[in-house]
């Protein structure tokens, strides 16, 4: 294998990661509501903002890691609670307008909170960085790695293993027959968007040493780990997490071999793919009619 193979393979397998933790946000949510969050990006802004002005302020990194990903959880959690709740006998439609202009208003909200500057977060172990098979990756990449593999471990742990993670498993299966044997939906959909928030919040966090943050650094970031959902199925948890790999690797390939210029074309033509080739994804269920 070529350095620079290894180079493109490992940038993919970062960008992946990042991309995965956000589909799997999408995912939950659709599950819970059938819903699509457009604000699932601005979870992603406001962990990486969050983070980034608490270090600022002096607040050691652990600390700031935890306040930023409480900070986001309580903003999905308000979402759900003061936005999406009170209109869930809407249609699907207008639940999905309604995300979008909670994007709006919270990227609205970061420039009055905080600003509109680049911000920096500085990196977990160090920035010496580290040869491994002819490619060099910083410390931080090991941490995007590590990070997304263990809160897919932990979600896998919670929804087999808890009884809020099993009710949401019924809901996602059956709405009615979840409600039916007690379990309580609006339940499921408020723990729904604080679990996604706080994936993105991560997702936000792990990428910010690497690339900064801004507020609007999730406006792109939500864009690609949509593309990856749809990409996997959308509502599919191994899905969220394939095709967020696959299209870490697509992409940083394609700016590698072809062109860094169209890096960001690259999760609009999958979109666009998907739906036409693949309209249930990789591992999306068939839909079935029965007359």
Same mark, same amino acid.
């Given at each position: +294998?070529?350095?620079?193979?290894?180079?493109?393979?490992?940038?993919?397998?970062?960008?992946?990661?990042?991309?995965?933790?956000?589909?799997?946000? @999408?995912?939950?949510?659709?599950?819970?509501?059938?819903?699509?969050?457009?604000?699932?990006?601005?979870?992603? +802004?406001?962990?990486? +903002?969050?983070?980034?002005?608490?270090?600022?302020?002096?607040?050691?990194?652990?600390?700031?890691?935890?306040?930023?990903?409480?900070?986001?959880?309580?903003? !999905? @959690?308000?979402?759900?609670?003061?936005? =999406? %709740?009170?209109?869930?006998?809407?249609? =699907? =439609?207008?639940?999905?307008?309604?995300?979008?202009?909670?994007?709006?208003?919270?990227?609205?909200?970061?420039?009055?909170? &905080?600003?509109?500057?680049?911000?920096?977060?500085?990196?977990?172990?160090?920035?010496?960085?580290? #040869?491994?098979?002819?490619?060099?990756?910083?410390?931080?990449?090991? &941490?995007?790695?590590?990070?997304?593999?263990?809160?897919?471990?932990?979600?896998? &742990?919670?929804?087999?293993?808890?009884?809020?993670?099993?009710? +949401?498993?019924?809901?996602?299966?059956?709405?009615?027959?979840?409600?039916?044997?007690?379990?309580?939906?609006?339940?499921?959909?408020?723990?729904? @968007?604080?679990?996604? $928030?706080?994936?993105?919040?991560? $997702?936000?966090?792990?990428?910010?040493?690497?690339? @900064?943050?801004? &507020?609007?650094?999730?406006?792109?970031?939500?864009?690609?780990?949509?593309?990856?959902?749809?990409?996997? !199925?959308?509502?599919?948890?191994?899905?969220?997490?394939?095709?967020?790999?696959?299209?870490?690797?697509? %992409?940083?390939?394609?700016?590698?071999?072809?062109?860094?210029?169209?890096?960001? #074309?690259?999760?609009?033509?999958?979109?666009? $793919?998907?739906?036409?080739?693949?309209?249930?994804?990789?591992?999306?269920?068939?839909?079935? %009619?029965?007359?």
């Amino acid at each position: +294998m070529s350095s620079a193979l290894a180079q493109y393979l490992l940038a993919g397998l970062t960008l992946g990661a990042i991309y995965a933790l956000v589909a799997l946000g @999408f995912a939950i949510i659709y599950n819970a509501s059938h819903v699509i969050n457009f604000a699932q990006g601005e979870f992603v +802004m406001i962990g990486g +903002m969050a983070a980034a002005v608490f270090v600022e302020s002096g607040l050691p990194l652990y600390l700031a890691v935890i306040f930023s990903i409480g900070t986001a959880t309580l903003v !999905g @959690f308000a979402l759900a609670r003061f936005a =999406v %709740e009170p209109a869930r006998g809407a249609s =699907v =439609v207008t639940l999905i307008i309604i995300t979008i202009g909670a994007a709006i208003l919270l990227r609205g909200l970061a420039t009055l909170v &905080w600003d509109k500057k680049i911000h920096p977060l500085p990196a977990f172990s160090g920035d010496q960085p580290i #040869v491994l098979g002819g490619a060099t990756l910083l410390p931080q990449v090991l &941490w995007v790695l590590g990070a997304t593999a263990l809160a897919v471990a932990l979600l896998s &742990w919670f929804f087999n293993r808890t009884l809020t993670g099993k009710a +949401m498993l019924a809901v996602s299966h059956n709405r009615l027959a979840a409600q039916l044997v007690g379990v309580s939906v609006r339940r499921v959909l408020l723990v729904s @968007f604080a679990l996604s $928030a706080a994936l993105g919040a991560l $997702a936000g966090i792990l990428i910010a040493p690497i690339a @900064f943050t801004s &507020w609007d650094a999730g406006v792109m970031l939500g864009l690609k780990g949509f593309a990856a959902a749809i990409l996997g !199925g959308l509502g599919s948890g191994p899905g969220a997490i394939a095709g967020g790999l696959a299209l870490g690797l697509i %992409e940083a390939l394609g700016a590698g071999y072809l062109s860094s210029a169209y890096k960001d #074309v690259f999760a609009f033509l999958i979109i666009l $793919a998907a739906l036409v080739f693949l309209p249930n994804g990789l591992f999306g269920r068939r839909a079935t %009619e029965r007359v």
